[in-house]
C-alpha cells in the first residue's frame, strides 16, 4: 500500500483519503463525485477542469489549459496526480449539483479482493499439498541385510514417515539402484497422494541427497477465450509464476459451440485437442523460464475448465453438449499420466482434472466452489461466474445446487451497437450531470474512447437510470432537453461521446435496444438465482455472502449491479470477488489434496438444474425484465428512494 | 485314457496292466523289469528280444530278427506296441533275476501329475478372474435424465450388478459415447478387478451390443532358457492354446550370471528387454492365432519369472543381484500397462508381474507356491523346483520358508562328460541285469543314445547304486567281472552304450567325476531342504506333502531320488508334479483375483534365507555327500536293504 493523503473536494466540501499517485479523477469517481470528461480521461476534449486551491498535484500542462491559468492553479483532473494534501474546487460548469450529492450515488463499491492462499489453508490445518517430497537416510546393505533397493525404501518410510501401503511406479524402480547409491543411501523421495482416502500413496520419484525443499506445481485454467497458468512451490505455497495466453483453439470459433460444430468434422477433435496443447505447453514453457524451474521438478499439474474444453483437450466426443438433452461424455476424469496427455512434463507428473457437474455448469465452476472453500463455509452463499452463461451455484456445507443461464453476450460486449471486450479505449467506467446531462466517460487504458465494454455498460445503465434519463423498461425520457438524447436509427440514444473527442470516426451512443439487450440478460442472471434459491425454499434475504468470479467480477460496480437489478440488494461487504475462480480452485488444489478429496463427494450432492426445465424460471425471467424488478419490495432500498422522489425516474 | 489289456510277464510270472498301444519295454520298464537294451529302445542293437507266448503284439520285423524265429513269436521289445492281452517270455540271456525281482526295484513312480484348474478354484469358491465382462441395458437419455454417458454407465453397474466406487478409464471415457447409441444404449463393459481388496474396480473397456462370453487373458513364464504363454479363457477356465519359444537372450549367456554381465554393458540393458519382448510378442502372436482371438480381446496379462528375467524384462538394473550382498532393485512389480512395456496387446491391457522373495528366489516360485494352493493348505509342504538353481519352499497356510541351492548344472546335464539336455537321443531311464551288468537304456525319441540327461542320471546312479556296483561314495567296485566296467581318463567308469549302438562316434560311459558331481548337486537340495526345515524346529519326516516343479521334476523316479538321497524318503502318493509352476501360477492367478490379492501378503510372511549364512547348511552338505546319506536313519527303508543284505552295497 503507498501513503495515504486527503483531497478536499470543493464546493461539495467532502474530504476523501486516497493513496499518492492517484489520478484526481479516478478519486473522485471513486466517491461518486461527478467531473465531466468526454475523452475517457485521455486528456484531449479538456472538460475536467478543475481549480488547486491548495496544495499541490503532479502533471504536465495541458495544451486546453492557457499558461496564465495554469499559474493560477487550473488544472484536468484526468491528468493530475494527487502527490499531497490538497484542495480542488470544481467548477459550475463541471458540477451541477443541486442540493448536494444523492445518497443513493454517495461512493463506489467494488468487491473485496479476496486471494484465498496457502495461510486460509494452514488456518484450517488443511495445507496438505497432493505431492510430497521425504528425504531418507538409509542404512547400507550387507549380507545380514540384502533386502531388495525397492524393500529399503519401503521400510525406510515406514521407520521415518509412518508411511504405509505404498506404490513404487516403474520409473522409479528403474532409477532406485544408481540413486541410492550415489550419495551414501541419501535419497528424497516424492509421495503422491491418493485423490481418495482410501487409495495409495504411490512413491513417484527418487533423486539422490537432499532435495525436500524443491517441490512444484502448476495449475492451469482452459478459458474457451483465454488459457492461464500459474507456477505454485508445494513447499512454501507461493505463485512464483503466472503466464496466460489466447487458446489456440480461438481462430475456430469463439464460444463453446462453434469449438464443438468444427471438431465433429473429420479430424477436428484431433486438431482441437492439438491446439489447446500448444497453448499450455507455452504457458508451462513460460512458467518454468519465469519461475527458473526445470520441467521435471514440475511434480502435479491440476486442470480446471468448462465442460465442452475439458472434452476437447481430453479428446472426447463432445457432440452431445451441444444437442438436448445436453449429455456430456462423463463429468468425472481420471487422474492422467501429464504425458500421456501431449503435456510437456516428467513422465510422473499426474495431471487432475476437476469434475463437472453437466454441459454447462463445468470443472471450472467446481473448482470454485472448492477452492473457495464455498463447500465448507457455514454462510449461505451465491457463488457467481458472469460471462456469456452465467453460471450460478449457491448453497453452504449443507447443499449445493447450481443453474447455467443464457445471460447473451451483452457483459462482453456483444448486441450491444458500440460493445467490446475489456481493452484499451472501452467506457469502463461513468457519471452524469444530473443539471448538463454531460457524461463522465472514463477508459480503459485512458485512451480515446472506441466503444463500451461489459463493466461500462452496467454503470452507464444503472446512472441513466439513477437520474431518471431511463425509465424502469429502460426507455429515454422524451423531455429531456440536451442534445446527447436524440433519435437513432435503433430508436432513442444517448450520446456518451461525440465523434471529435471519440477514438473512431462516428459519435459513440448507448440506444434502447442496447439497453434492452442489457436488461435482458441482468434478468437471466437474476431469474436464474431466485429460481434456483426458490427451488430449495429459501429466499433471496436469505443469502449471507456472495462471491463473484470471471473476468467481468472484478470489474462489477456492486452499486450499480443492485441498481439494475443484477444481483439482490446486499451489504457490499459481503461480496467477495475471486477473479478467476478456475484457476483459483487449480491452485487450491495443488496445496491441499484435501480439496481433491472432498471434490468427488462435492460433485456427486450438487443438485444441478436445467432452469429451461422449471416451470417457474420464465415468470421470474419476464418479472425481472425490469429496473430493477417488476417486484420492487425485492429491492427495497432502491424502492424507498423511488418513493422518496430521489432522482431514480417513477414513471 | 485308452482300454486297458494285459501283459504277462514269463518266467517272473507277472502280469501288469497297461494301455493299448504301449511299447512293450515301457511297460516292463514301468514295472521294473529288466530287458537288456543298449540302443535307447531304437530297435537297431537287437538285445530286446522276447518270445510272444498267447496273443499277439503289432510291429514290424525287425532286420534283427530271422523270419522263422519271427514266425515263432520272437520280437523286439522295444519296437512291440500292445494291443491285445498277450503273454511274454523273457529269454534267460535278457534277465538273470536270481530268485525274482528285489523289492527294492518294483515299480516305477513317478510324482502324480496335478493339473491345478477351474475346478480346483470352483470347489475352494475363488473362481474370480481378475477382469470380467458384464452387459448392461441401459434408459435412454431424456431431458429429464440427461446424466452423463459415463454416469449412466456407472450408475447401471451400480443398479443391475451392486458395483461401487467404480474408476472409468480415459480410453473408455474415449469410446463411450459411440458405444451407448450404437446398439440402443445396449454395452458389455469390461471390469477390471483391483489387486488389493481395497482398491477400486477400473471399467476399462466398452463394447456396443452383449460380450460376456468373450474375455481371454494370457499367462506368461519367462524362464531363463525357454519362454511359455498360455491363451486362457477366463469365462470356461480353459485353456485355449499353449506355446514356447527360446528366450531371444540366450545367445547373449545360458544363465542369468551371463545375462546380468550382458546388461551391464551399454545398450546391453535395452537389448535383453527388447528381445525378450519380441519373444514374448511372437508367442502372443502364435497363441492367437491357434485360439483364434482378436488381440483388443485380450484384458490381462500375467507375468511370472526368475528374479534376474523379471529385472531385465522390466529394465531394472540387475548388477547387484549377481554380487554380494544379491540385492535386487525391487521384489515388488506395480501394474503396469501392458504397451508401455513393449506388448503388442490392446492399451487397456493390464500386465501383473508376479512379486520375488530375493534375488534367487523369483516370481516364478512365488508363482508355483500361489498357483499349487500351497500357501492355503494344512499340509506341512516341500515345494521344489530343480534347474540350475533348486529353489525350496516349506511351510503351509501358517508359514512359508524358502531358500536356493546352487545344485550346480548336473540335472542339466552340465558337469557330466555325456550329460545333454533331455532332448532326443538322451538316456532318460536305466536299468541293469544284475547278473550280467548289461544295461537296459531308454532314449527320449527312441533314437540311438547320445548323452545322459538328467533324469537318467539320477536313474543311472541309483541303479548302480542298488545293484551295489557303486558304494557309499560313488566308487565303483573294482571286482565286478564285466568288461563294461573299466578304468578311464576320470577314473574308472561304465559304459553304457558301445560306439557301434551309439548315436556319436565314442562309447557313452559314465565316470566317477560324474557320479561325484551328481553327489555334490544331490547333497546340495538335500542339506537345503533339511537345514531349512531344521531352521524351523521340524524334521524332514514331518513332511506330509511335495510338490515337484519344472521340467527336470515330470521324468523324476522318486524311487530312484530317495535311494540316492536327493529327495527324503517319503510316500510316492503323496508327491505331486505341476509342471511347470511358473506358468502355472501365472494361469492361475488369471482366473482367481484372490490369488493376486493373496501374494503380497504371503510374499511378505514368507522368510528367505541365505543358506551360506547359515551355521548348520556346510555341516548338512557334507553330511549329504553320500549316497543316501552318512546318517543312513534318515532313509530307514534303504537302511533297512542294506541291513538285510540286498543288492545295495554295504561298504
Same mark, same amino acid.
Given at each position: 500500500?503507498?501513503?495515504?493523503?486527503?483531497?478536499?473536494?470543493?464546493?461539495?466540501?467532502?474530504?476523501?483519503?486516497?493513496?499518492?499517485?492517484?489520478?484526481?479523477?479516478?478519486?473522485?469517481?471513486?466517491?461518486?463525485?461527478?467531473?465531466?470528461?468526454?475523452?475517457?480521461?485521455?486528456?484531449?476534449?479538456?472538460?475536467?477542469?478543475?481549480?488547486?486551491?491548495?496544495?499541490?498535484?503532479?502533471?504536465?500542462?495541458?495544451?486546453?489549459?492557457?499558461?496564465?491559468?495554469?499559474?493560477?492553479?487550473?488544472?484536468?483532473?484526468?491528468?493530475?496526480?494527487?502527490?499531497?494534501?490538497?484542495?480542488?474546487?470544481?467548477?459550475?460548469?463541471?458540477?451541477?449539483?443541486?442540493?448536494?450529492?444523492?445518497?443513493?450515488?454517495?461512493?463506489?463499491?467494488?468487491?473485496?479482493?479476496?486471494?484465498?492462499?496457502?495461510?486460509?489453508?494452514?488456518?484450517?490445518?488443511?495445507?496438505?499439498?497432493?505431492?510430497?517430497?521425504?528425504?531418507?537416510?538409509?542404512?547400507?546393505?550387507?549380507?545380514?541385510?540384502?533386502?531388495?533397493?525397492?524393500?529399503?525404501?519401503?521400510?525406510?518410510?515406514?521407520?521415518?514417515?509412518?508411511?504405509?501401503?505404498?506404490?513404487?511406479?516403474?520409473?522409479?524402480?528403474?532409477?532406485?539402484?544408481?540413486?541410492?547409491?550415489?550419495?551414501?543411501?541419501?535419497?528424497?523421495?516424492?509421495?503422491?497422494?491418493?485423490?481418495?482416502?482410501?487409495?495409495?500413496?504411490?512413491?513417484?520419484?527418487?533423486?539422490?541427497?537432499?532435495?525436500?525443499?524443491?517441490?512444484?506445481?502448476?495449475?492451469?485454467?482452459?478459458?474457451?477465450?483465454?488459457?492461464?497458468?500459474?507456477?505454485?512451490?508445494?513447499?512454501?505455497?507461493?505463485?512464483?509464476?503466472?503466464?496466460?495466453?489466447?487458446?489456440?483453439?480461438?481462430?475456430?470459433?469463439?464460444?463453446?459451440?462453434?469449438?464443438?460444430?468444427?471438431?465433429?468434422?473429420?479430424?477436428?477433435?484431433?486438431?482441437?485437442?492439438?491446439?489447446?496443447?500448444?497453448?499450455?505447453?507455452?504457458?508451462?514453457?513460460?512458467?518454468?523460464?519465469?519461475?527458473?524451474?526445470?520441467?521435471?521438478?514440475?511434480?502435479?499439474?491440476?486442470?480446471?475448465?468448462?465442460?465442452?474444453?475439458?472434452?476437447?483437450?481430453?479428446?472426447?466426443?463432445?457432440?452431445?453438449?451441444?444437442?438436448?438433452?445436453?449429455?456430456?461424455?462423463?463429468?468425472?476424469?481420471?487422474?492422467?499420466?501429464?504425458?500421456?496427455?501431449?503435456?510437456?512434463?516428467?513422465?510422473?507428473?499426474?495431471?487432475?482434472?476437476?469434475?463437472?457437474?453437466?454441459?454447462?455448469?463445468?470443472?471450472?465452476?467446481?473448482?470454485?466452489?472448492?477452492?473457495?472453500?464455498?463447500?465448507?463455509?457455514?454462510?449461505?452463499?451465491?457463488?457467481?461466474?458472469?460471462?456469456?452463461?452465467?453460471?450460478?451455484?449457491?448453497?453452504?456445507?449443507?447443499?449445493?445446487?447450481?443453474?447455467?443461464?443464457?445471460?447473451?453476450?451483452?457483459?462482453?460486449?456483444?448486441?450491444?451497437?458500440?460493445?467490446?471486450?475489456?481493452?484499451?479505449?472501452?467506457?469502463?467506467?461513468?457519471?452524469?450531470?444530473?443539471?448538463?446531462?454531460?457524461?463522465?466517460?472514463?477508459?480503459?487504458?485512458?485512451?480515446?474512447? !472506441? &466503444?463500451?465494454?461489459? *463493466?461500462? /455498460?452496467?454503470? =452507464?445503465?444503472? #446512472?441513466?437510470?439513477?437520474?431518471?434519463? $431511463? @425509465?424502469?423498461?429502460?426507455?429515454?425520457?422524451?423531455?429531456?432537453?440536451?442534445?446527447?438524447?436524440?433519435?437513432?436509427?435503433?430508436?432513442?440514444?444517448?450520446?456518451?461521446?461525440?465523434?471529435?473527442?471519440?477514438?473512431?470516426?462516428?459519435?459513440?451512443?448507448?440506444?434502447?435496444?442496447?439497453?434492452?439487450?442489457?436488461?435482458?440478460?441482468?434478468?437471466?442472471?437474476?431469474?436464474?438465482?431466485?429460481?434456483?434459491?426458490?427451488? !430449495? &425454499?429459501?429466499?433471496? *434475504?436469505? /443469502?449471507?455472502? =456472495?462471491?463473484? #468470479?470471471?473476468?467481468?467480477?472484478?470489474? $462489477? @460496480?456492486?452499486?450499480?449491479?443492485?441498481?439494475?437489478?443484477?444481483?439482490?440488494?446486499?451489504?457490499?461487504?459481503?461480496?467477495?470477488?475471486?477473479?478467476?475462480?478456475?484457476?483459483?480452485?487449480?491452485?487450491?488444489?495443488?496445496?491441499?489434496?484435501?480439496?481433491?478429496?472432498?471434490?468427488?463427494?462435492?460433485?456427486?450432492?450438487?443438485?444441478?438444474?436445467?432452469?429451461?426445465?422449471?416451470?417457474?424460471?420464465?415468470?421470474?425471467? !419476464?418479472?425481472?425484465?425490469?429496473?430493477?424488478?417488476?417486484? =420492487?419490495?425485492?429491492?427495497?432500498?432502491?424502492?424507498?428512494?423511488?418513493?422518496?422522489?430521489?432522482?431514480?425516474?417513477?414513471?
Amino acid at each position: 500500500m503507498g501513503e495515504k493523503v486527503h483531497v478536499t473536494f470543493e464546493p461539495v466540501q467532502r474530504a476523501v483519503e486516497c493513496e499518492k499517485g492517484e489520478i484526481l479523477i479516478d478519486v473522485a469517481r471513486r466517491v461518486g463525485i461527478h467531473i465531466n470528461a468526454s475523452c475517457g480521461g485521455s486528456g484531449v476534449c479538456g472538460k475536467c477542469r478543475i481549480q488547486i486551491e491548495h496544495g499541490r498535484v503532479a502533471g504536465e500542462k495541458s495544451e486546453k489549459i492557457s499558461s496564465s491559468d495554469f499559474d493560477k492553479g487550473v488544472r484536468l483532473a484526468c491528468s493530475s496526480t494527487v502527490t499531497e494534501n490538497v484542495t480542488v474546487r470544481i467548477p459550475l460548469s463541471s458540477s451541477m449539483q443541486k442540493g448536494g450529492l444523492s445518497d443513493g450515488v454517495i461512493g463506489r463499491h467494488r468487491a473485496l479482493e479476496h486471494h484465498f492462499d496457502i495461510e486460509e489453508l494452514r488456518r484450517e490445518g488443511i495445507f496438505f499439498p497432493p505431492v510430497e517430497k521425504v528425504a531418507l537416510e538409509l542404512p547400507p546393505t550387507s549380507l545380514t541385510d540384502n533386502m531388495a533397493d525397492a524393500g529399503r525404501i519401503v521400510q525406510g518410510l515406514k521407520n521415518q514417515y509412518d508411511e504405509h501401503g505404498l506404490i513404487i511406479s516403474l520409473a522409479v524402480l528403474r532409477k532406485i539402484r544408481k540413486a541410492l547409491r550415489e550419495k551414501d543411501f541419501n535419497v528424497t523421495v516424492t509421495l503422491a497422494r491418493p485423490v481418495h482416502p482410501s487409495g495409495k500413496t504411490h512413491v513417484v520419484n527418487i533423486q539422490s541427497g537432499n532435495w525436500v525443499n524443491r517441490i512444484f506445481g502448476i495449475a492451469v485454467d482452459i478459458g474457451t477465450t483465454t488459457v492461464w497458468g500459474q507456477l505454485i512451490d508445494l513447499h512454501t505455497g507461493r505463485i512464483l509464476a503466472n503466464a496466460g495466453d489466447y487458446n489456440g483453439q480461438i481462430s475456430y470459433g469463439e464460444d463453446v459451440i462453434s469449438r464443438i460444430i468444427y471438431a465433429e468434422k473429420p479430424k477436428g477433435a484431433e486438431l482441437m485437442q492439438e491446439l489447446v496443447v500448444t497453448t499450455i505447453n507455452k504457458i508451462i514453457a513460460r512458467l518454468l523460464v519465469e519461475a527458473d524451474i526445470d520441467r521435471d521438478e514440475i511434480d502435479s499439474i491440476t486442470i480446471a475448465a468448462n465442460t465442452t474444453m475439458t472434452h476437447l483437450f481430453l479428446s472426447l466426443e463432445p457432440h452431445n453438449i451441444r444437442r438436448a438433452p445436453y449429455v456430456p461424455v462423463s463429468t468425472f476424469f481420471p487422474p492422467i499420466r501429464a504425458t500421456d496427455l501431449g503435456l510437456q512434463l516428467s513422465s510422473h507428473a499426474i495431471a487432475l482434472l476437476y469434475p463437472a457437474i453437466s454441459s454447462y455448469v463445468g470443472g471450472d465452476i467446481v473448482a470454485g466452489v472448492m477452492g473457495s472453500g464455498m463447500y465448507r463455509t457455514n454462510k449461505l452463499t451465491l457463488y457467481i461466474d458472469i460471462g456469456t452463461n452465467a453460471e450460478i451455484v449457491i448453497g453452504s456445507r449443507e447443499w449445493l445446487v447450481c443453474a447455467a443461464c443464457s445471460a447473451g453476450p451483452a457483459f462482453e460486449g456483444g448486441g450491444i451497437t458500440f460493445g467490446m471486450r475489456a481493452a484499451d479505449g472501452a467506457i469502463t467506467d461513468f457519471g452524469i450531470d444530473p443539471g448538463t446531462f454531460e457524461p463522465m466517460n472514463i477508459t480503459i487504458g485512458r485512451k480515446p474512447p !472506441v &466503444g463500451i465494454c461489459g *463493466s461500462g /455498460l452496467l454503470i =452507464i445503465v444503472a #446512472a441513466l437510470f439513477e437520474k431518471g434519463i $431511463i @425509465d424502469q423498461r429502460g426507455r429515454f425520457r422524451r423531455d429531456v432537453a440536451t442534445p446527447r438524447i436524440r433519435e437513432g436509427k435503433s430508436g432513442f440514444e444517448y450520446v456518451l461521446v461525440w465523434q471529435d473527442e471519440a477514438g473512431i470516426d462516428s459519435d459513440i451512443a448507448i440506444n434502447e435496444v442496447d439497453i434492452s439487450n442489457f436488461i435482458r440478460a441482468k434478468a437471466a442472471i437474476y431469474a436464474g438465482v431466485k429460481t434456483l434459491i426458490e427451488e !430449495v &425454499g429459501l429466499s433471496v *434475504s436469505d /443469502l449471507e455472502q =456472495i462471491i463473484l #468470479a470471471g473476468a467481468f467480477g472484478s470489474y $462489477i @460496480d456492486l452499486d450499480s449491479a443492485m441498481t439494475v437489478g443484477l444481483l439482490p440488494e446486499f451489504d457490499p461487504g459481503r461480496v467477495l470477488y475471486v477473479g478467476n475462480g478456475s484457476l483459483m480452485g487449480a491452485r487450491m488444489s495443488e496445496l491441499s489434496n484435501h480439496i481433491r478429496q472432498d471434490v468427488v463427494e462435492v460433485v456427486q450432492r450438487m443438485t444441478s438444474f436445467e432452469l429451461s426445465e422449471v416451470a417457474n424460471f420464465k415468470e421470474q425471467y !419476464v418479472a425481472s425484465l425490469f429496473l430493477p424488478h417488476t417486484d =420492487i419490495s425485492l429491492f427495497p432500498k432502491i424502492g424507498m428512494r423511488l418513493n422518496n422522489g430521489e432522482s431514480v425516474d417513477k414513471s
